[in-house]
T-cell receptor, first 110, second 112 residues
Framework: EDQVTQSPEALRLQEGESSSLNCSYT??????LFWYRQDPGKGPEFLFT???AGEEKEKERLKATLTKKESFLHITAPKPEDSATYLC???????????FGAGTTVTVRA | DGGITQSPKYLFRKEGQNVTLSCEQN?????MYWYRQDPGQGLRLIYY???????QKGDIAEGYSVSREKKESFPLTVTSAQKNPTAFYLC???????????FGNGTRLTVT
């Protein structure tokens, strides 16, 4: 059975204090791993797809990396507007049953 | 702009009543999904549809029903058989299996 674990559950940062979020997974035949951002009361917003170990993707202060068993989302010099819950989901080709992690809720204080 | 529209944003119902949540997409995606989100839990798949007139149960389908008569629409009915219907419901679509999902902004259902 696919397992997706995100850590930590919650992360409180001071503005400018860089940190990383972890997504570990056990999925055979990985096609790609998705990262999403979710604001309170809204649907998840797609951020990145990572396809192979060693790949990196960047968007503003966010950088996602992938290994064979984990993905990391690095937040560099975060701002309060980066406060959100970040979700990851590994996918297999042709598989419609995507499993999401429970998410990491990031709070950035000014 | 292409996207997914869920309505209404908030819905209140009495216990024992069925309720239907609307989901419409104009992304021309073949696949559509319904997820449920509860505090502190990940997204759980209720139903998904790969193509018009076809749908499959997800992990928590009991007490729910769906239809897919049009490519653009995938309504979800929460029936009185669902034991704990109060939750945040998210509709999504994708071009194919294994592709990124695009989500609507959800419907928060409260049943009292």
């Amino acid at each position: 059975e696919d397992q997706v674990t995100q850590s930590p559950e919650a992360l409180r940062l001071q503005e400018g204090e860089s940190s990383s979020l972890n997504c570990s997974y056990t999925v055979s035949g990985l096609r790609g791993l998705f990262w999403y951002r979710q604001d309170p009361g809204k649907g998840p917003e797609f951020l990145f797809t990572l396809y192979s170990a060693g790949e990196e993707k960047e968007k503003e202060r966010l950088k996602a990396t992938l290994t064979k068993k984990e993905s990391f989302l690095h937040i560099t010099a975060p701002k309060p507007e980066d406060s959100a819950t970040y979700l990851c989901a590994p996918s297999r080709s042709g598989d419609y049953k995507l499993s999401f992690g429970a998410g990491t809720t990031v709070t950035v204080r000014a | 702009d292409g996207g997914i529209t869920q309505s209404p944003k908030y819905l209140f119902r009495k216990e024992g009543q069925n309720v239907t949540l609307s989901c419409e997409q104009n992304l021309n995606h073949d696949a559509m999904y319904w997820y449920r989100q509860d505090p502190g839990q990940g997204l759980r798949l209720i139903y998904y549809s790969q193509i018009v007139n076809d749908f499959q149960k997800g992990d928590i389908a009991e007490g729910y029903s769906v239809s897919r008569e049009k490519k653009e629409s995938f309504p979800l009915t929460v029936t009185s058989a669902q034991k704990n219907p109060t939750a945040f419901y998210l509709c999504a679509s994708s071009s194919e299996g294994g592709s990124p999902l695009h989500f609507g902004n959800g419907t928060r259902l409260t049943v009292t």
